[in-house]
């Protein structure tokens, strides 16, 4: 019930494509699901976030798609640029005293020039 | 400034050593964590301090010695770490623990290896 699960565990999309990376979770007290994209030895920055009373977030590329009753959220990157190419997380959290983030398994993600 | 800063970004010691790392965050955020990374995986909890308590420990090896002290200051104090804490150790922080949005904010890592 703790899982987030996370897939594909990698993609390769075309510069100007969209990328597509979705997570599934089952505990419903989760009520917060940030995404994080991480580079190679750097630490993990948060991209977007969103809760469960909104059905979609857009930041400029990057919009979050959110399916309360599939407990599903996705991750949707348009004109996927070859410096997107990186590993992104997605996290749930529960609104509690802990704090803490359960993240996903993580995506791969290249974008061919 | 959403920075969480951390020192050293490299470090290697030997399986005897004791070494300190340390992040700062100037952000007024109450609830600092520390987190390990393995190449090709997620990051795993393994402290959490709130208000400069510790919040929780996820069961993680006395070899590994959180210090907090002051509301900017984190510490991880290592000693006789094994080859296998070899890792990507990540200091994070949030404005609590986790009431309404509280984004939690990474630093760049302290890459270690252990010899």
């Known amino acids: 019930q703790q899982q987030v699960k996370q897939s594909p565990q990698s993609l390769i999309v075309q510069k100007g494509g969209i990328s597509i990376i979705n997570c599934a979770y089952e505990?419903?007290?989760?009520?917060?699901f940030p995404w994080y994209q991480q580079f190679p030895g750097k630490g993990p920055a948060l991209l977007i976030a969103?809760?469960?009373?909104?059905s979609e977030k857009k930041e400029g590329r990057f919009t979050i798609s959110f399916n309360k009753s599939a407990k599903q959220f996705s991750l949707h990157i348009m004109d996927s640029q070859p410096g997107d190419s990186a590993t992104y997380f997605c996290?749930?959290?529960?609104?509690?005293?802990?704090?803490?983030?359960?993240f996903g398994q993580g995506t791969t993600l290249q974008v061919k020039p | 400034d959403t920075e969480v800063t951390q020192t050293p970004k490299h470090l290697v010691m030997g399986m005897t050593n004791k070494k300190s790392l340390k992040c700062e965050q100037h952000?007024?955020?109450?609830?600092m964590y520390w987190y390990k990374q393995k190449a090709k995986k997620p990051p795993e909890l393994m402290f959490v301090?709130?208000?400069?308590?510790?919040?929780i420990n996820e069961s993680v090896p006395s070899r590994f010695s959180p210090e907090c002290p002051n509301s900017s200051l984190l510490n991880l104090h290592l000693h006789a770490l094994q080859p296998e804490d070899s890792a990507l150790y990540l200091c994070?922080?949030?404005?609590?623990?986790?009431?309404?949005?509280?984004?939690?904010?990474f630093g760049q890592g302290t890459r270690l290896t252990v010899v």
């Open positions: 952000m007024g955020h109450r609830a």
């Open positions: 969103i809760r469960p009373d909104v």
């Open positions: 301090y709130s208000y400069e308590k510790l919040s």
């Open positions: 505990n419903t007290a989760f009520d917060y």
């Open positions: 996290a749930a959290r529960k609104s509690s005293n802990t704090g803490k983030l359960i």
């Open positions: 994070a922080s949030s404005q609590d623990l986790g009431t309404g949005s509280s984004e939690a904010f």
